[in-house]
């Protein structure tokens, strides 16, 4: 049974670049959600896509934008990238939308942006 | 304001010394507390979910227990390979007003 796959693993990018990141979620989910996460903080949550439409986002500023496709994957833009946005960068999936199953996770991009 | 706090910080046991880890919750209308365990550089694994005050859920060495305040993650006769992150995301409200709020986690390390 695969889970959830996240690429790249790592990435390394410059301040003002464009960074896309990549999500399968686990077979038989739907629902894609992507959270942030610094060392030592619980992950915040950045937004959620079910039927390949964003359906709830959090406090994050519109250089953070998304994609699902028809097949439930699901990409993370980030643009204008600052100094700021180094961090853990979580997928997780679910069935149903809105929080209607427990969230499985991958295991993270980890972005680093000098 | 809604809010979940992890107590402690940070917890060292010796193996097989039993302890237990704390998630308190100030929030209206939960809907369910989940908890997960996150090992370095990897993403949080689901453990747990809990949806009424008086449920228990039990996992080899691991026990979650919940009531209308807090939540309880008791670690019986832990291992070194039980060190870990360990989250709790408490979920509320309904429809599409659904939300997570996460606590900051309990650091746990079990020295043999």
């Known amino acids: 049974d695969a889970g959830v796959t996240q690429s790249p693993t790592h990435l390394i990018k410059t301040r003002g670049q464009q960074v896309t990141l990549r999500c399968s979620p686990k077979?038989?989910?739907?629902?894609v959600s992507w959270y942030q996460q610094a060392l030592g903080q619980g992950p915040q949550f950045i937004f959620q896509?079910?039927?390949?439409?964003?359906?709830q986002r959090g406090n994050f500023p519109d250089r953070f934008s998304g994609h699902q496709f028809p097949n439930y994957s699901s990409e993370l833009n980030v643009n204008a990238l600052l100094l700021g946005d180094s961090a853990l960068y979580l997928c997780?999936?679910?069935?149903?939308?809105?929080?209607?199953?427990?969230?499985?996770f991958g295991n993270g991009t980890r972005l680093t942006v000098t | 304001e809604d809010q979940v706090t992890q107590s402690p910080e940070a917890l060292r046991l010796q193996e097989g010394e039993s302890s237990s880890l704390n998630c308190s919750y100030t929030?209206?209308?939960?809907?369910?507390l989940f908890w997960y365990r996150q090992d370095p550089g990897k993403g949080p694994e689901f453990l747990f979910t809990?949806?009424?005050?008086?449920e228990e859920k039990e996992k080899e060495r691991l026990k979650a227990t919940l009531t209308k305040k807090e939540s309880f993650l008791h670690i019986t006769a832990p291992k070194p390979e039980d060190s870990a992150t360990y989250l709790c995301?408490?979920?509320?409200?309904?429809?599409?007003?659904?939300?997570?709020?996460w606590g900051l986690g309990t650091s746990l390390a079990v020295n043999p």
């Open positions: 896509y079910y039927e390949e439409e964003e359906r």
């Open positions: 997780a999936s679910s069935l149903g939308g809105l929080y209607r199953s427990p969230l499985h």
């Open positions: 077979s038989g989910h739907d629902t």
């Open positions: 995301a408490v979920q509320l409200g309904a429809g599409n007003n659904r939300k997570l709020i």
């Open positions: 809990l949806y009424s005050a008086g």
């Open positions: 929030v209206s209308g939960l809907r369910g």
